[in-house]
């Protein structure tokens, strides 16, 4: 039974694991590095859909249905979805899931919610649920929409800004799973730096990715050196940098087994996406793609994601509140006995 360690960690005592993963994007995803790890690229990112809202629903629903088709599951095998996107009373979740027929968790923790999502489906199988699909999404129109400028508006991107993924990732947690087995889960704090400018969301993310970080390592006794791959969300260029100051500063120094997904998912110059990308559908889309079929093969054995938030909304950018930032932690092994 799952138990709690420390301050905020908790620890799956059972074999939990992801019983298979699918990413999916669009035209960008495909050309950037990982595009050959996506099970689905569609070159139109409106899915087929008349909005881009709409759009987003679709992918949804496409990386669940992709996911549950690797395992040989149905969607009414599922106990509980676990799901989330960035727009407003998460519509791309609700809409996707509309039709399951599954006991449906609505989440919001922003880019952070990959990693929300899939950590209480390991609390959930090893407690009270067989199965649980966990997904995350995003699209670069719909959030431009909601939270910037319209598209036409043609607005100038400052070097710190990021560039949304339209992108979408899913995970089927089981009771009994196999690799990637998942070991352990650290649900993080609300931090504020300060920040209020919603083109700097590596800043605004990067302390509570550290507040996240550093307490699992002080719950769990371990040090970044024993794991293959630390990983956060989507801090991009900014945000990676400022998060190795502050973790050097925690007594926990990044080396180079650190990499953030923002950084992994486009060709940061060559697609000009100045900082990198950012978006509920970047942290689901590279893990779901690219890291948990390297965990499940024994590429990688000991791995951390560290999805990371800027719980801001367009009211409160309106009305000039600094932004918290939220990052969820889980923590991956290609073994049964694991790091603990």
Not at 204 to 230: G, H, R
Not at 240 to 249: A, H, T, V, Y
């Amino acid at each position: 039974m799952a138990h709690k360690i420390g301050k905020q960690t908790i620890i799956i005592d059972g074999c939990v694991g992801v019983l298979a993963s699918a990413a999916v994007g669009s035209k960008k995803e495909g050309e950037g590095p990982l595009g050959k790890d996506f099970d689905v690229i569609n070159e139109d990112s409106h899915f087929g859909e008349k909005t881009w809202e709409k759009a987003e629903s679709k992918m949804q629903e496409i990386a669940g249905r992709t996911a549950l088709e690797k395992c040989g599951l149905v969607m009414t095998d599922m106990d509980f979805i676990f799901a989330g996107d960035l727009l407003n009373q998460c519509i791309a979740s609700g809409y996707g899931a509309r039709g399951a027929k599954v006991p449906f968790i609505g989440l919001y923790g922003a880019c952070s919610t990959y990693a929300e999502a899939t950590g209480l489906s390991a609390v959930f199988a090893d407690s009270a649920a067989k199965y649980c699909l966990a997904v995350a999404s995003s699209h670069f129109c719909s959030a431009e929409r909601q939270y910037r400028f319209p598209l036409e508006y043609g607005g100038q991107r400052p070097p710190s800004s990021q560039w949304t993924a339209t992108a979408a990732g899913a995970a089927v947690v089981a009771k009994e799973g196999n690799a990637p087995f998942i070991k352990a889960v650290c649900f993080g704090t609300v931090e504020d730096l300060g920040i209020n400018d919603q083109n700097n969301m590596g800043a605004a993310m990067a302390p509570a990715a550290a507040a996240t970080l550093s307490q699992f390592f002080k719950d769990t006794y371990t040090d970044p050196s024993d794991y293959d791959l630390v990983l956060t969300g989507d801090l991009g260029y900014v945000g990676s940098k400022l998060l190795k100051d502050l973790m050097e500063k925690e007594g926990f120094a990044l080396g180079g087994n650190y990499n953030d997904c923002g950084l992994m998912i486009y060709d940061r110059l060559g697609q000009q996406v100045e900082s990198g990308a950012s978006g509920c559908g970047c942290s689901a889309a590279v893990a779901s793609g690219h890291i948990l079929p390297r965990i499940k093969n024994g590429e990688l054995k000991n791995v951390i994601l560290v999805s990371t938030g800027a719980l801001m909304s367009p009211t409160s950018i309106q009305q000039g509140e600094t932004i918290p930032g939220v990052a969820h932690l889980i923590c991956y092994s290609s073994e049964k006995g694991g790091i603990f």
